[in-house]
Nanobody, 123 residues
Framework: QVQLVESGGGLVQAGDSLRLSCAAS????????MGWFRRAPGKEREFVAG????????YYADSVKGRFTISRDNAKNTVYLQMNSLNSEDTAVYYC????????????????WGQGTQVTVSS
């Protein structure tokens, strides 16, 4: 069982930066690929960024590539999402998810989810 707790969301202006954190419980954090997803108002949840267990492979949705960076600190059981050049289309609830021994962009591949943290970008 893995518990995930996101933090770092908030209200920012367009062009600002924000860093989300996701703290994971458990002693096998490196066994999990980690992902960030988001759900904008009135839309389905979508993949944002992913990282493999040892942090050497990262991948992004086209909409955030070049602006967002996913990273992880396995010593702290934490994954981060650095978000730069935010715009109103980034407004959403952001979710952290864990994928046991795997990675990927599909929601069904992830085994555990956090409760989400709200990010609101005002224009």
């Amino acid at each position: 069982q893995v518990q995930l707790v996101e933090s770092g969301g908030g209200l920012v202006q367009a062009g600002d930066s924000l860093r989300l954190s996701c703290a994971a419980s458990g002693r096998t954090f490196t066994s999990y690929g980690m992902g960030w997803f988001r759900r904008a108002p009135g839309k389905e949840r979508e993949f944002v960024a992913g990282i493999n267990g040892i942090g050497r492979s990262t991948y992004y949705a086209d909409s955030v590539k070049g602006r967002f960076t996913i990273s992880r600190d396995n010593a702290k059981n934490t994954v981060y999402l650095q978000m730069n050049s935010l715009n109103s289309e980034d407004t959403a609830v952001y979710y952290c998810a864990a994928n046991y021994l795997g990675a990927g962009r599909a929601e069904y591949a992830y085994d555990y989810w956090g409760q989400g943290t709200q990010v609101t970008v005002s224009s």
